[in-house]
């Protein structure tokens, strides 16, 4: 069936690092990649998303890879500020067969500073 | 703000009860995505509709229904609750392939 795996659940880093979330998706057919932030008690909010026809995409602080043969994302976030604490999810989706979102587990980041 | 709106922000109700929660999709957005997230299953799809046809099931309950009206809101009915189903709500709509999500209703079944 459809499975997201995403790692790691938790992550702490201090203020001006980099952090890194990955995730797995297991349909070979999933074709478009969302990234979410989400704080306690708010929506997801889209922050990144990558196609697969691309292998990278960068916005400011933020990037997000992609390695369609493994089939496995990554988002990296530089230079992390105490704003950035929240939780993230990933998230794979086929977009010509409805779109619906199958989402990882989340990760919680606190960004210490 | 995503444009998407949901009502109610809460809900407290007692088991074996019904709700109806309401989403309206962001203003020309024809599609419509449920989502329940628990602290225990997380963000799960439950039911797409699509210009008022029902799209895409996912891992909603028998328990559960929705429909999409002809002005484009949509209703997701739950019904003989039981304590799990206590859980944040989502619905969003979608923008070419990006889906923006409202801010939730938080049901709590005591």
């Known amino acids: 069936g459809e499975n997201v795996e995403q790692h790691p659940s938790t992550l702490s880093v201090q203020e001006g690092d980099s952090a890194v979330i990955k995730c797995t998706y297991s349909d070979s057919a999933s074709n478009y990649f969302p990234w979410y932030k989400q704080e306690l008690g708010k929506r997801p909010q889209l922050i990144i998303d990558i196609r697969s026809n691309v292998g990278e995409k960068k916005d400011q602080r933020i990037a997000v890879t992609l390695n369609k043969t493994a089939k496995h994302f990554s988002l990296h976030i530089t230079e992390t500020q105490p704003e950035d604490s929240a939780v993230y999810f990933c998230a794979a989706s086929k977009v010509a067969q409805g779109g619906k979102l199958i989402f990882g587990q989340g990760t919680e980041l606190s960004v210490k500073p | 703000d995503s444009g998407v709106t949901q009502t109610p922000k809460h809900l407290i109700t007692a088991t074996g009860q019904r709700v109806t929660l309401r989403c309206s999709p962001r203003s020309g957005d024809l599609s419509v995505y449920w989502y329940q997230q628990s602290l225990d299953q997380g963000l799960q799809f439950l039911i797409q509709?699509?210009?008022?046809?029902?799209?895409a099931k996912g891992n909603i309950l028998e328990r559960f229904s929705a429909q999409q009206f002809p002005d484009l809101h949509s209703e997701l009915n739950l019904s003989s609750l039981e304590l799990g189903d206590s859980a944040l709500y989502f619905c969003?709509?979608?923008?070419?392939?990006?889906?923006?999500f409202g801010p939730g209703t938080r049901l709590t079944v005591l």
């Open positions: 969003a709509s979608r923008v070419g392939d990006t889906q923006y």
């Open positions: 509709y699509y210009n008022g046809e029902e799209r």
